[in-house]
């Protein structure tokens, strides 16, 4: 596509004319799917720092919606970092500035192709491997894993090649990325949250995995967990959620949506969640909020140039996953009226409608539907042009992905690593998932 863009923010504006991938950097906009200024970064009509609910929030006069302030520094941070993981292992953007406009430049001393980004002029080289013992060692993990070993062997065969597990890991999960990153580019995605358990009393990660609906394959994975020391406004803390959901073994796929609405109203801040105590004991290491690890995980599904034809995306029915997406794909739902919907429930075969209702703050309208056995889907198209059957807006690729991914941490009873091993594994397995999917 041949568009006009300024890319680079409010600081460094460069204006060039072919492919690009539109990075959103300024997470205070409005994220309205009808207004004209969702996803435009400092509108006139904005109004900062203002408390309506109690909490730091700010307007847009132009639909009067009220989004929470996020904080823009610790998501620079997080998207920085990113976008340098997905440039140097894919060699799909620049890992300095983040743009597409990548060409050749020869190659470097020891006979790697280099590339240089044509609007900061950087250049690089693909990453590769390191050391040789890490190399090694991680070689070694992925027959150990292949065979199941649990845990304590995969430390134990550290310990016996010399090597130091935390970098074979690191090794594992960039050469795992680097596969996931390199699949063909999707247009109907859906994206559900997860949490994993680490090392530590009621320690978890919390993550998002999204899938390409069409293949299965997951098309990125990511958690909380960054390598530096946040700011504090970017950093999770345990906080006051609301009340558990009281479920019922009969609730309906659109009554536990709107017990999920309820639940969103009585949460001190709609953006906040509580998903443990989440400790780490390195200084080089924080938890962000899980809004800021959503905004980054739909940052890198764009800068992987998912969703450029439109389509849709279906999420998991948590409220601030809806904002994240909506202005990290901004200018595809302007563009392309990429739909945007929230999923609840799981159906096989046929289905037939049953209810349809509004719920919640928003009094978005929901559908549910029913199937033979007396299952139920409850969905809620939020933004966007949806092309899809009712039988096919669902979280099932992602579920599934989701599922293989937690059986085997606990097959292999890694609960019992760091943060970051469990991370490592998790980025592998998800891997090892695309590879099943393709033999068969
Ligand atoms: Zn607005
Ligand atoms: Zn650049």
């Given at each position: 596509?041949r568009i006009?863009?300024y890319f680079g923010?409010?600081?460094?504006?460069?204006r060039?004319?072919?492919?690009?991938?539109?990075?959103?950097?300024?997470?205070?906009?409005?994220?309205?799917?009808?207004?004209?200024?969702?996803?435009v970064s400092?509108?006139?009509?904005?109004e900062?720092h203002?408390?309506?609910?109690?909490?730091?929030?700010?307007?847009?006069?132009a639909?009067?919606?009220?989004?929470?302030m996020?904080?823009?520094?610790?998501?620079?941070?997080?998207?920085?970092?990113?976008?340098?993981?997905?440039?140097?292992?894919?060699g799909?953007?620049?890992?300095g500035?983040?743009a597409a406009?990548?060409?050749?430049?020869?190659?470097?001393?020891?006979?790697?192709?280099r590339?240089?980004?044509?609007v900061?002029?950087?250049?690089f080289?693909?990453r590769?491997?390191v050391m040789?013992?890490?190399?090694?060692?991680?070689?070694?993990?992925?027959?150990?894993?292949?065979?199941?070993?649990?845990?304590?062997?995969?430390?134990?065969?550290?310990?016996?090649k010399g090597?130091?597990f935390?970098?074979?890991c690191e090794?594992?999960k960039?050469?795992?990325?680097?596969?996931?990153?390199?699949?063909?580019?999707?247009?109907?995605?859906a994206?559900?949250?997860f949490?994993?358990?680490y090392?530590?009393?009621d320690?978890q990660?919390?993550?998002?995995?999204?899938?390409?609906?069409?293949?299965?394959?997951v098309l990125?994975?990511?958690?909380?967990?960054?390598?530096?020391g946040?700011?504090?406004?970017?950093?999770?803390?345990?906080?006051?959620?609301?009340p558990?959901?009281e479920l019922s073994?009969?609730?309906?796929?659109?009554?536990?949506a709107?017990k999920q609405?309820?639940?969103?109203?009585l949460?001190?801040?709609f953006?906040?969640?509580?998903?443990?105590?989440?400790?780490?004991?390195?200084q080089?290491?924080?938890?962000?909020?899980?809004?800021?690890?959503?905004h980054?995980?739909?940052?890198?599904l764009?800068?992987?140039?998912?969703?450029?034809?439109?389509?849709a995306?279906?999420?998991?029915?948590?409220?601030?996953?809806?904002g994240?997406?909506?202005?990290?794909?901004?200018?595809?739902?302007?563009?392309?009226q990429?739909?945007?919907a929230?999923v609840?429930?799981?159906t096989?075969?046929d289905?037939e409608?049953?209810t349809?209702?509004?719920?919640?703050?928003?009094?978005?309208?929901?559908?549910?539907?029913?199937?033979n056995a007396?299952?139920?889907?409850?969905y809620?198209?939020?933004c966007?042009?949806?092309?899809?059957?009712?039988k096919?807006?669902?979280?099932?690729?992602?579920?599934?992905?989701?599922?293989f991914?937690q059986?085997?941490?606990?097959k292999?009873?890694?609960?019992?690593?760091?943060?970051?091993?469990?991370?490592?594994f998790a980025?592998?397995?998800?891997?090892?998932?695309?590879?099943?999917?393709?033999?068969?």
């Amino acid at each position: 596509m041949r568009i006009t863009f300024y890319f680079g923010g409010m600081d460094r504006i460069a204006r060039f004319s072919f492919f690009v991938v539109i990075q959103m950097l300024d997470l205070n906009v409005c994220k309205s799917g009808r207004c004209k200024n969702l996803g435009v970064s400092k509108a006139k009509e904005y109004e900062y720092h203002i408390r309506p609910l109690g909490f730091l929030a700010m307007r847009c006069g132009a639909c009067s919606a009220t989004p929470p302030m996020l904080d823009n520094e610790s998501f620079g941070l997080m998207r920085s970092h990113w976008l340098r993981q997905v440039g140097l292992s894919t060699g799909k953007l620049c890992p300095g500035c983040g743009a597409a406009a990548i060409k050749r430049f020869g190659q470097s001393s020891n006979g790697k192709p280099r590339f240089q980004c044509k609007v900061c002029q950087k250049t690089f080289s693909n990453r590769s491997s390191v050391m040789k013992g890490q190399e090694q060692l991680a070689k070694a993990i992925l027959d150990a894993l292949s065979c199941d070993q649990d845990g304590e062997n995969l430390t134990q065969l550290a310990a016996n090649k010399g090597v130091h597990f935390d970098r074979a890991c690191e090794q594992l999960k960039r050469q795992a990325y680097q596969v996931i990153w390199q699949g063909e580019r999707a247009n109907y995605m859906a994206s559900v949250r997860f949490t994993l358990p680490y090392k530590g009393n009621d320690n978890q990660l919390w993550g998002i995995l999204t899938t390409d609906i069409l293949s299965g394959r997951v098309l990125h994975i990511s958690t909380t967990l960054v390598p530096f020391g946040l700011p504090e406004q970017g950093r999770y803390q345990p906080c006051v959620d609301a009340p558990p959901l009281e479920l019922s073994s009969t609730d309906s796929a659109i009554e536990l949506a709107h017990k999920q609405e309820q639940r969103f109203l009585l949460r001190q801040q709609f953006d906040r969640c509580d998903f443990g105590s989440a400790t780490v004991r390195k200084q080089s290491q924080s938890h962000a909020l899980p809004v800021l690890s959503a905004h980054a995980h739909f940052a890198v599904l764009n800068a992987l140039g998912h969703g450029e034809e439109g389509g849709a995306h279906f999420l998991s029915h948590e409220v601030f996953l809806r904002g994240a997406c909506i202005t990290q794909f901004s200018e595809h739902v302007k563009r392309h009226q990429m739909a945007l919907a929230y999923v609840v429930g799981e159906t096989n075969g046929d289905i037939e409608l049953s209810t349809i209702r509004k719920l919640g703050w928003w009094q978005n309208s929901w559908r549910e539907f029913r199937d033979n056995a007396g299952k139920t889907k409850a969905y809620s198209v939020l933004c966007g042009n949806l092309a899809l059957e009712p039988k096919e807006v669902r979280l099932k690729s992602a579920m599934n992905a989701l599922r293989f991914i937690q059986r085997e941490v606990e097959k292999l009873n890694l609960a019992a690593f760091t943060a970051s091993r469990v991370e490592s594994f998790a980025v592998e397995f998800a891997k090892r998932y695309n590879q099943a999917l393709e033999c068969c």
